[in-house]
């Protein structure tokens, strides 16, 4: 595995839970170690980060009721009060209630809202600051079979295809992944909805590298959903669902996060549950992930799965422990190694710059 050096790591946290808010850390690119350099709680509960192509703008959700967006300028220095991201501009809301995840598209910062079950697509200007409201929101509709965490919908994860064509968007609520166009106006256009297993709980997708699969992680069913994936027409189809872990769980999983290594040979995911990694073997065509092998990520609640650009380290976000544990990844076999741990109070997300 190979790919860039990367120089910093920004850490998103709970703040309502202790959390110190965003953390900006040194990352050692022999080794994969984090050293916290600074934080700012300029805004509450950042759970997750997004960071601009050029690695100067920051973007992160205030997962609130009244929930909102926020742009950080950071600067990548060598220690100092530079290493502190700085807030650029007063919060933009996102016309609906806790948004859990973000990223940039075309021009745009596009939020998935849990609470309110929307998206929201607010522009951002030529110097990285977001503009000081929503272009639009759109809505999600619809429920689910599970009478506590399914009665509305809960649009969970927001991403862009490989392709760069299409905003995919996962809802727990519904069963559903939502494929949209992004138009030049910032409007999100609905293309098409497709549906899972009634009662999975989609929680977050990876695409293949290859583009031509995508891997949807269940919440609510501790599985993970092969679709393939066709980026002329924005098409998605269920293939086949396999368990995320060995046996049954001892109660509630809650699987969190997933990623595929760059070389499309691996795919890892995170339960809170049962505090483990799992690691799957993909298949030449990524069509069949086979499950190899479960680890502990050495904390408890791991809530976000970080992939360091080489593909050499792997990074968890344990939230109720209140650490960043990174793993040294075999490159033969996938298998993660603890190599070291970083203490981050209600740690949630961990992105790379």
Known sequence: MGGRQVRRAYVGSFTAAGGPGVVSAAVDP???????????????????????????TLYAVSETSDGALAAFRVSGGS????????????????????????????GH??????????????????????????????????????PQRQQVPHAHQVLADPSGCWVVSVDLGTDSVRVCALGGDGRLTLHREVALRPGSGPRHLAFHPR?????????????????????????????????VLAGAPDGDAYPSAIVVAPDGRFLWTATRGEDVLSVFALDPRGDTPRLTATVPCDGHWPRDLALHPSGRFLYA?????????????????????????????????????
């Open 30 to 56: 022999d080794s994969g170690a984090l050293t916290v350099l600074a934080a700012t709680d300029a805004v509450p509960d950042p759970s997750y980060l997004a960071l601009a192509p050029g690695a100067d």
């Open 79 to 106: 220690g100092g009060s530079g290493d502190r991201p700085e807030l650029l501009a007063r919060p933009v809301p996102v016309q609906g209630d806790a948004p859990t995840h973000l990223t940039l598209h075309d």
């Open 109 to 146: 910062l596009i939020a998935a809202n849990y609470g309110s079950g929307s998206l929201t697509a607010v522009p951002v200007h030529a110097d990285g600051s977001l503009a000081p409201a929503p272009a639009a929101v759109l809505r999600h509709e619809g429920s689910g079979p599970h």
């Open 211 to 243: 583009g031509e699969r995508a891997y949807v992680l269940n919440e609510l069913a501790p599985t993970l959903t092969v679709c393939a994936w066709d980026a002329a027409d924005g098409g998605l189809k269920p293939l086949s669902e396999t368990p």
């Open 317 to 353: 976000a344990n939230e109720r422990s209140g650490d960043v544990t990174w793993f040294a990844v075999d490159p033969d076999t996938g298998l993660p190694r603890r190599a070291g741990a970083v203490a981050v109070p209600a740690a949630s997300c961990v992105v790379f710059g």
